[in-house]
């Protein structure tokens, strides 16, 4: 597994000059999509394989939901979509090498896909150099924008800075930060440090764990130990499974030490055990939960596809959202040309399951409303808290003066 910024430098740089194989493509020539059929492809890039599948195999599945739902009614542009899923693997060099050879082999007109930052870094330069299109599903850490990938996930000021917030407002003066050890949550924790120290909040400690970490009694002790008045939780995938369970075991609980995670959503709740997490909470932009008609048809239709006994979750949600997305703006372009979809971009609404969303072109980021969720014993989030409108996005974070110099 590559984890750490050393390890993720190392793979962005294999990734650009062609380890394995040749990431960007054997031609400096930008690859062409194939819209000659009654049929376009589009690229489903998730880890399929590894720690992250925990999380990323359902991204695959509501993406598949989306597709099947648009196909069922014509299509895009009169060609219906079809989907060629590749499998990262959790393993950021292969996700470069599944980009490529979606873009130049598969010849896809947009690719979906990605979760950790640290794959995201890896193939931007390969959709960058090939002028392809990818659509990012998952809350990150900001301070990126990139002409050829739409952030459909929240952005910093979205998700982290009303999750501090919220502690704030609920009285907590200290925290302590727990992290795996790659791009999203260093970083993200650099901006949690900068506002704590605006905020007259005390950061008492900071671990990370590699990815796919399975050991920590250690920083579950250390945690213990600094009495800290929340813990804020930027681990991923399954290494939150033995996180929880070691946090219970040196008798922490959600109401002695509350903890506010921003990978958690549903699915992870299933998979860790709700008897380790009720109580904790969560900071997103939807919830199976979530009020609306919209939320009510998007959860019958995944849990009539996918089986009653299965969550939706946000980056599912903004997975499913980023489809419709797409096809808006093919529409509006009346091309699938990467370039005229870009400039038919902005302003771009859809009415989905977390609520109306527009998209920001000039970022390719879009609005979303915030959402604090408090874990149930029956495994759903019940929302405590939300921003009351969609929060224009804001990567990096111009709009506070705490922030400046981050970037």
């Given at each position: ?19 394995k ?51 069922a ?78 952030y ?13 917030d ?55 002790n ?77 959860v ?38 990467p ?41 759903l ?6 921003s ?20």
């Open positions: 597994m590559v984890a750490g910024a050393a390890a993720l430098a190392a793979a962005v740089a294999l990734s650009a000059c062609g380890a194989t040749d990431a960007g493509g054997s031609s400096d020539k930008a690859a062409k999509a194939d819209t000659s059929g009654d049929t376009v492809k589009v690229g489903l890039l998730n880890s399929l394989s590894g720690t992250m599948a925990i999380s990323e195999v359902t991204v695959r599945d509501s993406l598949k939901l989306a597709i099947d739902e648009i196909n009614k014509g299509g895009v542009l009169g060609k219906k979509i079809k989907p060629i899923s590749e499998d990262g693997a959790s393993d950021w060099p292969t996700f470069a090498e599944k980009a490529s050879k979606l873009i130049r082999e598969d010849r896809v007109v947009a690719t979906f896909g990605c979760w950790t930052s640290a794959s995201r870094k890896a193939v931007k330069p390969v959709f960058e150099k090939n002028k392809s299109l990818l659509f990012y599903p998952v809350q990150y850490e900001g301070l990126e924008e990139s002409p050829y990938i739409f459909t996930g929240a952005t910093t000021n979205q998700q982290i800075v009303p999750a501090l919220y502690l704030k407002s609920q009285g907590k003066k200290s925290i302590y930060l727990v992290g795996s050890d790659y791009v999203f949550p260093r970083t993200a924790n650099k901006i949690i440090k900068a506002y704590a120290a605006a905020n007259g909040m005390k950061v008492l400690g900071e671990d990370y764990a590699p990815l796919g970490s399975t050991e920590f009694s250690t920083i579950a250390k945690v213990k130990a600094s009495k800290a008045d929340a813990v804020f939780n930027t681990l991923n995938g399954d290494s939150n499974v033995a996180f929880f369970k070691e946090y219970k075991s040196a008798g922490l609980t959600a109401t002695s030490m509350p903890v506010v995670s921003v990978s958690i959503a549903e699915e992870e709740v299933k998979s860790i055990g709700s008897q380790y997490l009720a109580g904790q909470l969560t900071a997103w932009n939807y919830y199976q939960t979530t009020a609306g008609a919209a939320n009510t048809e998007f019958k239709a995944y849990k009539a596809k996918y089986g009653q006994d299965k969550p939706t979750s946000d980056p599912m949600e903004a997975a499913y959202t980023s489809v419709y997305l797409w096809k808006a703006m093919v529409e509006k372009a009346k091309s699938f040309d370039e005229k979809v870009k400039a038919a971009s902005d302003g771009i609404t859809f009415d989905a399951p977390e609520g109306k969303v527009t998209v920001d072109g000039a970022s390719q980021h879009i609005y979303k409303t915030a959402r604090i969720g408090k874990i149930g014993t029956d495994g989030i019940e929302q405590v808290w939300d009351g409108k969609a929060i224009k996005p804001d990567p990096y974070l111009k709009g506070y003066s705490w922030a400046s110099g981050l970037s």
